[in-house]
Structure formats: structure tokens, C-alpha cells
């Protein structure tokens, strides 16, 4: 039977994140019920004992408490059992030394998903790339269960963890002031105002000059922003 390219329903951007009941290294969790009022990042990896997936494991264990501070949880996920993801974590941190990371304990949930029910669920089985391991999935999902931002790399590929907390950062900066962000966005750049779809305020910003904007055309006016601003207002204090 052909296995590929058959629909699935795949949660989206602006969706609110399905629920379900899973077992984890932490204990039981009830997703994304148990998250209200932060910010959480799900996240799939093919497999445990595999070294893309180890290097992933060790880089974001080892920014858990930037995202914390960022009101940002983790929560990882492979079609594994409990059994096999304690035993890995178990080696991470006792025998894995690599890129000056070392003694890496994972604090946060992974969830075992044998029967494949949650991966199904958030898209992230893709029968092109394999049947029977996860992609490289990432959910960002706000404190209110809605899903803000999706990102999905192959098998091979290990993820850029600065990227997931500039992202975290950029949608906060987004919703807290109301501004969206451009290309290669870092705080302390120039954020863009007004947000899409409103060209009257843009047009009306553009002719009034005010001192803080700048525009290039009507349509792509920015202000200053300053770092400071951003981190004192997202950052756990
Ligand atoms: C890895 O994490 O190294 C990996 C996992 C599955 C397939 C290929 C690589």
C-alpha cells in the first residue's frame, strides 16, 4: 500500500494546540491545559541514543533557563518509550562531553509516544521523510493555547536553538508593542510599525513625520526599539 502523500490534518499557525494526555520523564502532563500563561515550545526528534538528536538535546538543555526567563517552557517528544528516553538522558549526562557542554541534566518533559497518537496528531510522522520516526518539529504555542509559529527540519538537519529564542523573543516583542519585526530581527534593531493591514496609519505616520519613525515608502515606516525596553519588559525579573 502506498504509505506517502496521503492527507493529513496538520495543526496550523493561529490554530489552538490540540490537546492530549501523555506519560513523560517528568511525570504525566496534560498539554497545553497544564501551560497555561506561558509560552511553550513542543518539539519532536526522531530518535533517542542518535547524535543529531543528542547534540539538539544538550544545546537546549543547556538554555532551559533562558527560555525560563523568557516565560518559555520546553517539552520534547519521540516515538520512544519511557524506558529507552530515560536510559538516554541517563548517558547524556553521565558519559557525554561535547562543545564544552557537559554533566547536561534534562529537566524538562520528553514525551514517550509509542503508539504514535501525539506525532500524528501535530503532523509531524512525514511518511516522505520516514515512517517510523518524528521530524525535526517545532511548536510555539502563547500563553492562551494558540499555536504562533511552526518550523519542521528533516531527519539530518539539527536545529538552530538561538533562532528558537529569537523567535520567542521577536513574537513577544510583537504582542507587547505591538510592532512586527523584520528580516534578521535582533532586540536593539529597528521594529516595524504599524503592524500589516493598517497603510492608513502608515501613510498618516509618514506625513505627520513623526521623530521616533522612519519611512521608506508608506508601507514600511520602523521606530526605534531598544534592547533594554525589549528584555525589561518580556524578561522574568
Ligand atoms: C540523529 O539524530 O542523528 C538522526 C536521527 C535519525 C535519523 C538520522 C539522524
Redesign the pocket.
Known amino acids: 500500500m502506498e504509505t506517502t502523500n496521503q492527507p493529513v490534518s496538520m495543526p496550523r499557525i493561529g490554530d489552538k494546540a490540540p490537546a492530549f494526555k501523555a506519560v513523560t520523564t517528568q511525570g504525566e502532563i496534560n498539554f497545553p491545559e497544564q501551560y497555561s500563561g506561558s509560552w511553550v515550545i513542543l518539539f519532536s526528534?526522531?530518535?533517542d541514543f542518535?547524535?543529531?538528536?543528542?547534540?539538539?538535546f544538550m544545546t537546549f538543555a543547556s538554555m532551559e533557563d533562558k527560555f525560563a526567563q523568557a516565560n518559555c517552557k520546553l517539552v520534547g517528544l519521540s516515538v520512544d518509550g519511557l524506558y529507552s528516553h530515560i536510559a538516554w538522558l541517563r548517558t547524556i549526562k553521565e558519559k557525554i562531553e561535547y562543545k564544552g557542554m557537559k554533566d547536561v541534566e534534562v529537566k524538562f518533559p520528553l514525551i514517550e509516544d509509542i503508539t504514535m497518537e501525539v506525532a500524528k496528531k501535530y503532523g509531524m510522522i512525514q511518511p516522505g521523510e520516514?515512517n517510523t520516526?518524528a521530524v525535526?518539529a517545532v511548536f510555539v504555542i502563547d500563553p492562551k493555547g494558540m499555536i504562533r509559529a511552526i518550523i519542521y527540519y528533516p531527519?539530518?538537519l539539527?536545529r538552530n536553538f538561538d533562532e528558537l529564542y529569537r523567535v520567542i523573543i521577536a513574537l513577544q516583542t510583537a504582542d507587547a508593542f505591538s510592532v512586527a519585526t523584520p528580516a534578521d530581527w535582533r532586540p536593539g534593531d529597528e521594529v516595524i510599525v504599524p503592524t500589516a493591514g493598517s497603510c492608513g496609519v502608515a501613510k498618516e505616520r509618514m506625513e505627520k513625520k513623526q521623530e521616533d519613525v522612519k519611512c521608506y515608502d508608506w508601507f514600511f515606516c520602523t521606530k526605534k526599539l531598544d534592547k533594554e525596553k525589549v528584555f525589561s519588559t518580556i524578561l522574568k525579573k
Open positions: 526528534h526522531p530518535a542518535t547524535p543529531v538528536c543528542t547534540s539538539e520516514s520516526k525535526r531527519l539530518s539539527g
